[in-house]
């Protein structure tokens, strides 16, 4: 069994392939190298795929199959969803590997820490609800409305910073707001909306690894900057699984 999951987001694109149960991640632009007759891209999107798929024609010689359509009314695939048809794929791709992963008794937390800071709610009955912030990057890049501050990169608010001091510098300032930015609505999020139950926590993103720090870590069940090509790769097995189904009947 062999396919291709394609994560588009807003900053990166992640590629990778599924051959016989082994994985391969590959750089977008060499995934030309890959093709093979009727092979099928499984892809999550951000973008506008028009658009996208314009820009990298050579990915129109797959079968190229976009998650969203498995999300029919209040439901995608075989889990339940209480969100409208906005929801985005790469949220449904990482909330559906959560409600396939997440042990039956806990709720599952997903957070993709990226151009946008993505908190979503999955529990036995599917998807729950979520939420959309500015990510840490795109918070900095908010400073630059006022012509006199500074516009700091994300990698300097990572730095060890004195937290129980009041900062005294512009520089702090902005870096140590943006940190108690991000701290603050994860805990605040989380506390209100997981009301006390037992929880496990799906971190993906390029500032994943940095929001470890603020949650408990005997409740993180998996960190990594692919658990959206995770998701994918379910989904992928699921719809091949149905569609064998189907052929019997």
């Known amino acids: 069994m062999n396919f291709l999951t394609l994560d588009i987001g807003n900053s990166n694109n992640y590629c990778q392939i599924y051959r016989n149960k082994s994985r391969e991640v590959i750089a977008l632009e060499s995934i030309q190298n890959h093709i093979e007759k009727n ?10 795929t028009e658009i996208f798929f314009n820009q990298h024609p050579y990915l129109k010689s797959f079968n190229l199959i976009d998650i969203k359509t498995f999300f029919e009314k209040d439901l995608f695939l075989d889990m339940p969803v209480a969100y409208s048809q906005s929801l985005g794929s790469d949220r449904l791709a990482l909330a559906y590997y959560a409600y396939k992963k997440r042990e039956p008794d806990q709720m599952a937390v997903t957070i993709d820490a990226g151009t946008f800071l993505t908190i979503d709610f ?10 959309i912030f500015p990510g840490l990057q795109t918070f900095l890049n908010s400073y630059n409305q006022a012509d006199q501050l500074l516009v700091l990169n994300s990698s300097e608010i990572k730095e060890q910073l004195f937290l129980d001091q ?8 902005i870096a140590l707001a943006a940190r108690h930015y ?8 989380v506390k209100k909306y997981a009301k006390n139950q037992n929880l496990q926590f799906y971190l993906t993103g390029g500032d994943g690894q940095w929001l470890l720090q603020f949650l ?11 658990l959206v090509n995770a998701g994918l790769e379910l989904i992928a097995l699921q719809h091949i699984s149905q569609l064998s189904s189907q052929e019997i009947q």
Not at 182 to 189: N, S
Request: aromatic share 8%; hydrophobic share 30%; with cysteine.
């Open 182 to 189: 991000i701290e603050a609505v994860v805990e605040t999020v």
């Open 166 to 173: 009041l900062p005294q510098n512009t520089h702090k300032s």
């Open 216 to 226: 408990d870590k005997k409740s993180i069940r998996e960190c990594s900057i692919g």
């Open 122 to 131: 999955i529990s036995s009955n599917g998807y729950l609800g979520g939420f």
């Open 39 to 48: 092979q099928s891209i499984y892809f999550s999107s951000v973008k506008n």
